[in-house]
């Protein structure tokens, strides 16, 4: 068993604040025709790294969020959906994927910029949420541990 994993976030600034989500996959709409399970042992960083380049060319993400029953996160959802109807241009969203070993972050990639939600989420397979985001414009970030253990980051 490998001690590597992936960890993954989709969130936005609201009015109080940043709020976010945890993301079982992603994918791109007219991307490759396949989905990043962020679970799967088969996950490999070039994969994650191909499908947010795509995310960026084709300025859209398909996120799944992860299956909960707690009441910030039902509340999250429902926000979705007001959100998905009125079109607001929502500031500061982001896509964040980390990958870690023994739970100790390596390094992480986020796709950011001022996005929509393009449709109401909806329920697929599994119990995920599906939620279409289109972007205006956006940024891809990569942050990684230094030789110094230090977090560093820099624009791809």
């Known amino acids: 068993m490998s001690d590597f994993s992936y960890y993954g976030s989709f969130g936005y600034k609201g009015d109080s604040g940043f709020i976010s989500k945890d993301i079982s996959a992603f994918a ?25 380049e795509q995310a960026r060319q084709y300025k859209n993400v398909i996120v799944f969020l992860a299956p909960s029953n707690d009441p910030k996160d039902l509340l999250f959802i429902s926000q979705l959906f007001v959100l998905a109807s009125t079109k607001v241009l929502l500031q500061s969203t982001f896509v964040f994927v980390t990958r870690k070993y023994n739970d100790t972050a390596l390094e992480g990639l986020t796709l950011y910029g001022d996005a929509t939600i393009k449709a109401p989420p909806m329920r697929v397979a599994g119990n995920l949420t599906r939620v279409e985001v289109g972007f205006q414009s956006l940024g891809l970030q990569h942050g990684y541990r230094g030789t110094e253990g230090k977090m560093v980051s820099e624009e791809f």
């Not at 007219?30 to 947010?52: P, Q």
């Open 28 to 52: 791109v709409e007219g991307g490759a025709l396949r989905t990043i399970d962020l679970s799967s042992t088969n996950t490999i960083d070039m994969s994650i790294v191909s499908e947010l």
